[in-house]
């Protein structure tokens, strides 16, 4: 009911906007056009009953006058009074189909009626007649806007791109309707589409965290790491204090093959949020690089002691045991990590090379054919933050969003 409320209030400000624009469109200088403008400004005033009477008289006289008409349905939208406003503002547009003010009052009202699929077309003819109306425009890029978060959160992130591409043509100068864009096209992994728009909106919004952060998302999808690098690094200069930026950074670092960069970065991460479960294995993943597993270890178990079910960390510690020829503990670990995340590749991948030490080979082949499926699907699904092709690259989910 609040939101209605306040959105009620926009339209009728957007009216009231539009109301006060009208005495400067009247161009005739007759009587007809003197008693129009006297009656808008006495609306612009706030005699509303003034007004109507000005209005009423010249209906009397010109029964088809429309920019009486019209005003008079912006005094009805002020009585509260819907019905009738649309019954004067549909008869002026039929008297005048390219009389802008008639399509736009008309959406308008269309809006605080929640009738947005009539809204629409009246609010794009009247640009179409218009383009500077303001009020048209303003009222179509917050319905829009509206339309794809309810979109975004039902998980339909498409219809949420569709809808914003129309408010992206209609206000290219808009940071908001542009980051918004760009958000839309990371979540259905359009890297590509993504960036532009979040350049856009550090052009409007120089050092804009939110589009900093968006951007070197999609340059992370796209695999460009040192771009990525650059835009994690101007989020982190930004908000020294977050610790996803710095977990982030760390991740274009490792991907770069910076390894003591990276640990730092993850470790800074774990400084500022001791819960920081995903700076924990990404450690795990470096100290499995060089070759450190005591350290690896550590590190898988304390993000295991923040999120049990953690598959990365689970499938870590398995792929320590493996190393240490503890093929049992191995498969225990490796199938833990599968039951929680089946998309895992590289507990696949692993435990089919664990049951061919052990010699189990149906069971290793089996595997084994499952990490490769799963290695053609993660080109589509997700991206990669080390080379695809090592046994060693793991899976990097979509970084969340930091707080705006």
Known sequence: MRTASILTRRICALLLMAMLATPAQLLAQDVTSARLRHAAELLAAGNKERAEEELQSVLR???????????????????????DAEALFSRVVQIQPDFASGHAHLGLLYLQMSRTEEAVPQLREALRLD?????????????WREQARAAGAAGDS???LAVLTDARKLAPENPDVQLEFGNAALQISQWQDAIEPFQQTLRLLKNDPMALWGLARAYTGLSKFDDARQQFARYVTLRPDDSSGHSALG???AALERPEEARAQFERSIALTPAQTESYFRLGL??????????AAEHFRHALEHDPKHAGALAGLGRVEFEQKRYNEAIDLLHQAIANDDSLRVAHYYLGLTYARVGRRPESEQELEKATQLEHQEVETRFIILDPGSANAP???PLKLPPR
């Open 61 to 83: 006289a010109s029964p088809g006058a429309y920019r009486a008409l019209d005003l008079l349905g912006v005094i009805r939208i002020l009585q509260a009074r819907p019905t």
């Open 131 to 143: 383009p500077a109306r303001s009020d048209a425009s303003a009222a179509l890029i917050h319905l």
């Open 158 to 160: 498409v219809t949420a």
């Open 251 to 253: 991740m274009t670092l």
């Open 286 to 295: 470096l100290d499995l690089d060089s070759k450190d597993l005591d350290a």
């Open 395 to 397: 899976d990097i989910r």
